[in-house]
């Protein structure tokens, strides 16, 4: 075997080192690259998720507000202006009565008190209302003076109005259509039965009424 010269062996070695070094810094390049790709993955991931996450939260809060923000007014307020009071009602104020009408959810065979009886005209309607919210169909009852500018009762079935009272959000202002109108004496309820509890209710019609036993 040729024996290398000192010159040609340090020439060597030094080739040798070289191409030690290169493979380690391509090794190194090559391990940041992909160290580097999998950090901004899993930023990426962690981002994406949290912004799910997020959704999730504001759907899930939507959902509730927009269950707080549907029903009836729990405190009715005062008649509206120009309705006659009944002069020998069924039902009179103080009396205790039962709803036998289930106008919403709760509402069916609680135990109520008589706060006003009334003589006017009382109408089902059907309305989109003003706030976006689904449209209502067959609401009862809201009768002719919380109509605006309605004409002389009864409207006929199909006619259109102006809702002026608020029983509701969303129904004040709201174009209506008549869906059947009712003369009987109309009420106005506090109700305290479990866990209904409302002042000035409207409106009950007579036979939606009967008396407590």
């Given at each position: ?21 290169a ?14 790709d ?35 007014s ?38 109520a ?20 919210g ?40 709201a ?39």
């Amino acid at each position: 075997m040729k024996k290398l010269n000192p010159s040609a062996r340090l020439v060597a070695v030094t080739a040798a080192l070289g191409l030690a070094l290169a493979g380690c810094s391509t090794t190194n390049d090559a391990q940041g690259s992909d160290g580097g790709d999998t950090h901004s993955s899993l930023e990426s991931s962690s981002h994406e998720d949290g912004g799910h996450n997020d959704m999730e939260h504001s759907d899930s809060g939507s959902g509730m507000e927009s269950g707080g923000h549907e029903g009836h007014s729990m405190d009715g307020g005062a008649p509206p202006a120009g309705i006659e009071r009944a002069a020998d009602p069924k039902f009179a104020v103080g009396d205790d009565v039962v709803l036998t009408a289930g106008h919403m959810p709760g509402m069916k065979n609680a135990e109520a008190t008589v706060v006003g009886a009334f003589d006017t005209t009382a109408y089902a309607i059907s309305y989109t209302p003003t706030d976006g919210g689904d449209p209502v169909t067959n609401h009862k009852w809201v009768v002719h003076e919380e109509l605006k500018d309605p004409g002389k009762a009864p409207l006929k079935n199909g006619a259109e109005a102006t809702v002026e009272a608020e029983h509701m959000p969303g129904m004040k202002g709201a174009e209506a259509t008549i869906d059947s109108s009712t003369d009987e004496t109309v009420y106005m309820v506090d109700v305290e039965s479990g866990d209904m509890k409302m002042k000035n209710h409207k409106w009950m019609t007579e036979s939606e009424l009967k008396a407590a036993e």
